[in-house]
Structures are given as structure tokens and as C-alpha cells.
């Protein structure tokens, strides 16, 4: 069987396309056929498995991500996605911009059949209760229906990543009652009330609150883009504010040094438990092929994760198996919604 291929954009990163680079050549190393697109000068040599196309052009800061995407062939992740899109690789990986990578997969590899909006979908390495979460980035504002397909999305990707047979999935709101939440999060409860009844792809727990995302009670969660994104980075911040308060304490004193010896193998498992370089980013969901947004602080660990994340995600059918489950449930694109119940009362119409 062939190796998979991925088209990585080498532009964005912070810490530069060299850094993208030696990713690249440790996911190469694992059995993964990289294409690079980036400055060929910038990124030097490269080794075996590992391929460069000079692209130096890039989008990664332009204000205007769609305007940009439409009007520079040439730049990276444009030309990663024409790549895709056109066969020569199976997925891409960019860690510039969000806006830049989500224009480029809609432009060129098109959304699926059916599928209102892509949504970008994180593992979340909480200890012992590791969640797919979603949207945490791609969609500011959503509508119910948008909801409903990102919740079979998440499922469909926990099967595929994390090996859940049948995940519990919760929207995130500020309250348990279906009741709470905006009119989007109210409506998008009662359609998954009605159809997740029976359904192999997933179990719908209802609203889950804020304090509910480290807690393990779902194994996926869902949320409109503005809300995911600021609940994930401050799981990022947070996680690396108390390692940093658990090292400086481990050093204040001898005393506290000999005992931070003992802890250190415990520290270091621990450490890479919750390190956000470990999951290796988002995947990009409802395009027709796969995409995987690192952030762009990473190091050449965090995206040589992204590449393997994205080989899996290739080898499991993530966008197959996700198409299907939106399939079976009845969420894509053009079918009837189950409207919301009455304020009070509960959805009576049946799943389709």
C-alpha cells in the first residue's frame, strides 16, 4: 500500500518554515510521504520522504483570508490545497492562519455533499478524559443546523481517533435545561433529542456547562467557533500556567528540589499528557478532503503531529465515515430540521 501523502504550507509558523521543515522529516521518518510548500531557500535541505515545491508567497497575515485566497494562486496554502484537491496529495496540514487554510479548502477541495459549514475539531488531551471538541475556530456565529452536523462530525471523529464506539456528545451552554442557551443552542437540542434516539453514531447527553469540559461526562462537545476557540486556549493557558507554578515550586527550595526529583518521571508523563502540541491541532472538517490546522506557535514536534494526526486521519476515512454518520442521521444539507419544542415542553417529532 502506498504511503499517504501531505501537502504541509511551510508559511505562518512563528517560528519559521525551517522549523516546519524538520516536522516534516520526523513524521517522513514514521512512514508519512511530505510535500512542502514554502520558500525552498528558507527551508533547505530536506530528507528522504520529504519533498519541497518553492512557494514562497504567503497569506498567513492578510486581513481579508477569502479575498486573498481568490486572488493569489501562487501562495502556499492555496497551491497545498489545489494539491489536494486535484489528487496529488490525500490532505494538507497549514499552521498560518485559520482564515487563510479555511479558504483555501472551501475554494479548492469544496465543502461535502450536504454540508453547511467546516467546522475544526480538536482532541483535547484532558487526563484520563480526553474530549473531541468543536467548533473551536472556523465559524463565529453558527444556526442550529450548523450544530447538528458539527455534533455528528465530533462523533464521527471520536470513533475514527479516539476509538469511542458510541460517543456521548453535550452542547455547551450556560445551563443543563434544554431551555438554556441561545435560540441556536435551544433549537439544535430538540433536533438532537429526536435524532439521536437509536442512532449507533452517538449518545446526546443534552447541555453540559463550562465546568463540564474537563470532567469526562462527555466525550464530545459542542460549541459555535467564537465560544471553542476562547474555552480552548484557555485550557492551553491554563494547563501551562499551573505546570509553570508546579515547576517554580519544585525549585524553590532544596527541600522542595529533592522532592521534585522524586516527582519528576510522574511530572514528566503528566507534561505530555496535556501538552497542546500532542493532539497536533484541528481537524478541518466538511471539506471532501482532510485538513489540519496546527497553531502556528508550534514547535517542529507540535507539526510533525499534525502530519501523523492527519495520516490517520486519512488512513481511519475520517471525511468518509463523517459524511455517512450525517447520512444516517438525517443533518445534511436539505433535510427537514425537527423544530424546537415550546418553551416548557419537549420535541415530539420523531427522527426521521
Known amino acids: 500500500m502506498a504511503p499517504v501523502t501531505v501537502a504541509v ?100 477541495v469544496k465543502r461535502g455533499r450536504g454540508i453547511y459549514r467546516p467546522a475544526l475539531a480538536v482532541p483535547v488531551p484532558i487526563p484520563g478524559n480526553p474530549i473531541t471538541f468543536l467548533d473551536v475556530g472556523a465559524n463565529v456565529e453558527v444556526r442550529s443546523e450548523h450544530l447538528v452536523q458539527f455534533a455528528f462530525m465530533g462523533a464521527a471523529l471520536a470513533q475514527t481517533v479516539l476509538g469511542v464506539e458510541r460517543p456521548r456528545v453535550a452542547l455547551l451552554s450556560n445551563g443543563e435545561e434544554p431551555t438554556k442557551g441561545t435560540a441556536a443552542v435551544v433549537e439544535a437540542h430538540a433536533v438532537l433529542a429526536a435524532r439521536a434516539v437509536g442512532s449507533p453514531a452517538l ?29 480552548l486556549k484557555l485550557i492551553e493557558g491554563l494547563s501551562q500556567s499551573i505546570l509553570g507554578a508546579v515547576r517554580d515550586a519544585a525549585l524553590s527550595t532544596p527541600r522542595a528540589k529533592a522532592g521534585g526529583a522524586l516527582l519528576r518521571p510522574a511530572l514528566g508523563g503528566l507534561r505530555e499528557q496535556i501538552d497542546p502540541e500532542g493532539p ?73
Not at 470532567?215 to 474555552?231: E, K, L, Q, R, Y
Not at 496546527?294 to 507540535?302: A, C, I, L, V
Open 203 to 231: 449518545e446526546f447527553l443534552g447541555n453540559v456547562e463550562g465546568n463540564d469540559i474537563t470532567s469526562g461526562v462527555a466525550d464530545v462537545i459542542v460549541t459555535d467557533g467564537f465560544t471553542g476557540n476562547i474555552a
Open 9 to 108: 504550507d511551510a508559511n505562518g509558523a512563528d517560528l519559521g518554515p525551517a522549523e516546519v521543515a524538520a516536522g516534516a522529516a520526523i513524521a517522513a521518518a514514521r512512514g508519512v510521504r511530505v510535500v512542502l510548500y514554502g520558500p525552498a531557500e528558507e527551508i533547505g535541505a530536506v530528507p528522504d520522504g520529504v519533498e519541497v515545491v518553492d512557494a514562497p508567497a504567503s497569506i498567513a497575515k492578510d486581513p481579508d483570508p477569502a479575498r486573498a485566497a481568490r486572488s493569489n494562486p501562487d501562495a502556499s496554502i492555496v497551491r497545498v490545497a489545489a494539491a489536494v484537491a486535484a489528487g496529488d496529495a490525500d490532505a494538507f496540514v497549514s499552521g498560518g492562519s485559520t482564515g487563510a487554510a479555511l479558504a483555501a479548502g472551501l475554494f479548492q
Open 280 to 352: 497536533g491541532g484541528a481537524y478541518l472538517l466538511g471539506l471532501r478532503r482532510l485538513g489540519v490546522v496546527p497553531h502556528g506557535r508550534f514547535t517542529r514536534y507540535g507539526f510533525s503531529q499534525a502530519i501523523l494526526l492527519a495520516a490517520r486521519g486519512v488512513s481511519g476515512d475520517v471525511v468518509g465515515r463523517t459524511h455517512a454518520a450525517l447520512t444516517a442521521a438525517g443533518a445534511l444539507k436539505g433535510t427537514p430540521q425537527v423544530p424546537a419544542a415550546p418553551s416548557g415542553s419537549a420535541a415530539s417529532v420523531p427522527s426521521p
